[in-house]
């Protein structure tokens, strides 16, 4: 069983950075599939970024090369760059994986519902 904690979420003006941080325990990290996914307030849940067990990164289309999504097997961590930040970034973040398995089709990994496991989110806020 994974556990996911995440941290590094705070209050930011347009235009700062912010790095998002989350640990997991409990599972072969290296062979984790790690994604990043945010929902603010009456919207959905939207993906961010993954960083595949194979090394492979995807983002979501908002992000325009602004986030970088990184993993440190050595820590058992993942990290979410995010650097000029807007208002409409301001969402809970959540740190979610998926056990690495026989594939279960092309671009699995922008629906939630196929990771296992997930965080408790952290908040990020950006003010204009």
């Known amino acids: 069983q994974v556990q996911l904690v995440e941290s590094g979420g705070g209050l930011v003006q347009a235009g700062g950075s912010l790095r998002l941080s989350c640990a997991a325990s409990?599972?072969?990290?290296?062979?984790?599939?790690m994604g990043w996914f945010r929902q603010a307030p009456g919207k959905e849940r939207e993906f961010v970024a993954i960083?595949?067990?194979?090394?492979?990164?995807y983002y979501g289309d908002f992000v325009k090369g602004r986030f970088t999504i990184s993993r440190d097997n050595a820590r058992n961590t993942v990290y979410l760059q995010m650097n000029s930040l807007k208002p409409e970034d301001t969402a809970v973040y959540y740190c979610?994986?998926?056990?690495?398995?026989?594939?279960?089709?092309?671009?699995?990994?922008?629906?939630?519902?196929?990771?296992?496991?997930w965080g408790q989110g952290t908040q990020v806020t950006v003010s204009s």
């Open positions: 409990g599972g072969t990290f290296s062979s984790l599939g």
């Open positions: 960083s595949r067990s194979s090394g492979n990164t």
């Open positions: 979610a994986a998926r056990l690495s398995r026989v594939r279960i089709g092309s671009n699995w990994y922008l629906t939630g519902a196929n990771y296992e496991y």
